[in-house]
């Protein structure tokens, strides 16, 4: 009976080592998903954000004329910068201003890098790119 322990026991290593990895890899999987999406959550925010800003600057030489109030491109283009530039790991930008309805409005995409903590360790790709977006238009108190 004694030899038939010593012959079993490097099988259930051999076993436990396999579980364990499987088991760090489902642990990566949901700490590197969660973060992703908070990063994706993140890259959302950010874009509403710099669009509202974009979205206060309006042409106030047309608008005190009486013109129609829209908003002043590079104003709006500025002030986008300027409140990216305060965030944190933002990779890059892009601003357009999509015409809907004959009302200018601003679009903001954001891209932004997480980087991943375990899934790297499994040989993964160590980082990922998520991306938001966001539209907004002028307020001008119309109704």
Known sequence: MTGWTVRESGRVSLFLAAAMTGVLVVI???????????SLQRADDLAAEAARSGGQMI???????GGP???DEPSARTAVADYLAAAR????????????????????????TYRRDLLGLFG?????????????RALTGAP
């Open 89 to 112: 790991g933002v990779r890059d930008h892009r601003v357009s201003f999509p015409v809907v309805g004959g009302e200018k409005q601003i679009q903001v995409r954001v891209r932004i």
């Open 124 to 136: 993964f790709d160590n980082t990922v790119t998520v991306t938001g977006e966001a539209t907004a």
């Open 69 to 71: 109030k829209e908003i």
């Open 28 to 38: 990566g999987l949901a700490y590197d998903g969660a973060g992703q999406l908070r």
């Open 59 to 65: 042409d106030r030489a047309r608008a005190i004329e």
